[in-house]
């Protein structure tokens, strides 16, 4: 019977293929984060989005290890009670892995179509360190047949739509799933494919494996040695939203600086090319200043004392504690319950999925309006079509 992962004490490279995209572009980034961690004792804890999403590869793990007869139904409930148990589980994941579960299940029976071999890899934990020192990474689900090797991903977060295109993360795990299947199956082509079920969004993207092993060796392996040994320059970009060491980082600090100090100008004294430069930049600072917002305040809870502040109690919000008891007393107080009870319709998506959605379509769809949303303002390279400028200003002056 094979063994089924445990994800949340599985480890993790210090080039990791996941973190690929910050050491490549900023390559001291990986051993700061190494050496900060290392001066807080190791580790540093989930944030809840971590740990929701890794209860989330757990049941993608365990469907797909029963749909593929590695265990069987018994060991499957078994598993299953345990990870509802979890103080992150909902109904709602059940449903959205069930979405990534079937996609991966239906790219098999496809490729057995072809391949009566193609088999599929689970939780696979894939070398690549003949390109990157010390390189490896856990691949969720790899089908394997001739021709074509599929690489999948579940992204379970919801915040930020992935694509697999030149995805680096996925490329790395394809050049340790090459290095150990090529020589059983003619490969040609490697398929990187990253499903995103809240976000109903899979994206997927094939390689030639030539280019892909070209990529390896010339553009991967040259900063992976530098990364590795902690040297080059450092170099701040949107990879640093998810840097371990940006609250402290002069370079990010510096490129942030330059940035804010046009807050204290007129706009209209600012010239096109300035005011876009801002606009573009905002996200990072943004971001920026909140990590060191966040980094501030944990080290004084801890007990560092910063220079002119202090921690207070903040702001509290009043919550029951036995709302049943509540309404006992209330009803005793001779209150009616039109009183201290509000009804109403339960939300649109809710009720959707109660009917489903082919009955929600034919019977209440009519009565679902769906007004045009705020007008935002994003990249040309954004796939959703450009508004109508007097449409946009309708709807501006709306909201």
């Known amino acids: 019977m094979a063994k089924k992962t445990n994800h949340s004490t599985r480890k993790h490279a210090l080039l990791s293929a996941s ?150 993360q996925l490329m790395l795990y394809g050049l340790g799933a090459l290095r150990e299947f090529d020589l059983s199956y003619e490969i040609h082509t490697v398929r990187l494919t990253i499903v995103q079920p809240r976000l109903d969004h899979i994206s997927a993207w094939d390689i030639s494996v030539a280019d892909l092993e070209e990529w390896g060796e010339k553009q991967v392996k040259p900063k992976a040695k530098k990364a590795y040994k902690g040297e080059g320059k450092k170099h701040a970009g949107e990879w640093c939203k998810w840097c371990k060491v940006k609250a402290m980082c002069d370079t990010l600090a510096e490129e942030n600086i330059k940035l804010a100090q046009h807050d204290f100008k007129d706009p209209h004294l600012l010239t096109e090319k300035q005011i876009l430069a801002v606009y573009k930049q905002i996200p990072m600072l943004t971001d920026w200043a909140n990590s060191v917002e966040k980094y501030v305040l944990y080290e004084a809870v801890k007990g560092k004392s910063w220079s002119g502040y202090k921690v207070v109690e903040g702001r509290s919000i009043r919550k029951w504690t036995d709302e049943d008891k509540i309404k006992e007393l209330l009803k005793a107080e001779g209150f009616t319950e039109e009183k201290y009870l509000k009804m109403s319709l339960e939300g649109i998506g809710k009720i959707e999925k109660l009917l489903g959605k082919v009955d929600f379509k034919e019977k209440l769809n009519p009565f679902v309006n769906k007004p045009p949303g705020k007008p935002t303002l994003t990249s040309q390279n954004d796939k959703r079509p450009a508004m109508g400028i007097e449409q946009a200003k309708e709807d501006f002056k709306e909201n």
Request: net charge negative; aromatic share 10%.
């Open 19 to 168: 973190g690929a995209t910050r050491w490549m572009n900023c390559t001291p980034s990986a051993r700061l984060e190494d050496k900060f961690l290392e001066s807080k004792g190791g580790k540093e804890p989930d944030s809840p989005y971590a740990k929701e999403g890794t209860l989330a590869h757990e049941f993608g793990d365990v469907t797909l290890r029963l749909l593929n007869g590695e265990i069987n139904d018994k060991v499957a409930q078994q598993e299953f009670i345990k990870l509802r148990a979890n103080e992150f589980y909902t109904d709602e994941m059940e449903e959205e892995v069930d979405k990534y579960v079937t996609y991966v299940w239906e790219t098999l029976i496809s490729s057995q179509r072809t391949t009566p071999g193609a088999e599929l890899i689970i939780e696979k934990r894939f070398d690549f360190s003949h390109i990157v020192e010390n390189g490896f990474g856990t691949g969720d689900a790899t089908i394997i047949s001739d021709g074509v090797m599929d690489v999948q991903d579940l992204k379970y977060g919801k915040g930020i739509k992935v694509d697999a295109d030149n995805n680096p």
